[in-house]
């Protein structure tokens, strides 16, 4: 099968639903990408506006990749 039906069996399915999103693995070794560090982040603050500062300030972090909420002791897992 060439690249155009494929690519519209592709959105076919993406239009219907049976496709939630696509994604890219990328090679962490061809990136220099070759440690994953865990970040734990404790805080007092618990209201409405400290989320949206804290939440704005690591989207601006791209070596950040995922944000967790957590239960318990620690707040959030970078």
């Known amino acids: 099968m060439s690249q155009t039906p494929c690519w519209r069996r592709i959105k076919k399915l993406e239009e219907a639903g049976y496709i939630d999103k696509r994604v890219a693995l990328l090679n962490p070794e ?4 070759t440690m994953t560090a865990y970040v734990m982040v404790k805080t007092a603050h618990h209201d409405d506006a400290w989320l949206k500062r804290f ?7 791209p070596e950040i990749v995922e944000i967790h909420r957590m239960a318990g002791d620690i707040d959030y897992l970078l």
């Open 30 to 33: 061809a990136l220099s990408l």
């Open 55 to 61: 939440s704005d300030g690591v989207q601006n972090i």
